[in-house]
């Protein structure tokens, strides 16, 4: 396992921001920063937890640790950006921001189960993403996420997710938000 320093984490954070954030997120009007960040306020506005805040911030940071292209899912490749995500984080957080973040891929598909205007009102980049990531979930899957303890963060993650795709949309820098990942990380570590 590698060294829990708080600072230099925050500084690898940074780095994949830096690096890869300036793309653009796979068939949307935002970058993979932009959409981080609009993420993370709307879940700040919500007057979350700041571990719901940072995994809202982190939510989409497999898109930056993945080998694939952005475009991937237009080649009919899943990148499985949540689990690659969780994975990298789960060195660092406890569940309160991994768990969201490693089910909101499912929480889509929840949604689409449960709620058919939900998926009416989807991106087409994410209608594609979609269908790569298994459709909706049948009904066995819809019973074992309603079952799952962290199912209710992932959803409010989702609907952050779903809403934070807006061009020019103004928001607290990174460095705000990486305040939030320090905080947390400082406080697991007591």
């Not at 969780?86 to 768990?99: G, H, K, R």
């Not at 949604?111 to 066995?140: E, I, N």
């Not at 019973?143 to 989702?158: I, K, Q």
Request: one cysteine or more.
């Amino acid at each position: 396992m590698p060294e829990f320093n708080p600072a230099k984490i925050v500084e690898e954070i940074k780095r994949l921001f830096n690096d890869k954030g300036n793309a653009m997120y796979a068939g949307e009007p935002v970058t993979q920063t932009e959409h981080a960040l609009q993420a993370a306020y709307s879940a700040e506005h919500a007057g979350e937890s700041p571990e719901l805040i940072v995994a809202a911030l982190l939510h989409d940071i497999g898109h930056l640790l993945h080998k694939h292209d952005e475009n991937c899912a237009t080649q009919g490749i899943d990148d499985l950006h949540e689990t690659i995500g969780a994975q990298w984080l789960i060195q660092y957080f406890q569940q309160e921001v991994t768990e969201p973040i490693r089910l909101h891929v499912d929480a889509k598909r929840y949604r689409c189960a449960t709620d058919k205007q939900y998926h009416s009102q989807l991106s087409p980049a994410s209608v594609l993403s979609l269908q790569l990531q298994g459709g909706p979930f049948d009904q066995r899957e819809v019973e074992l996420f309603e079952n799952n303890r962290w199912a209710e963060s992932a959803l409010r993650l989702r609907s952050w997710d779903e809403a934070a795709k807006i061009p020019d949309y103004e928001t607290p820098e990174l460095e705000y938000f990486l305040t939030y990942v320090q905080s947390v990380l400082k406080q697991q570590a007591l």
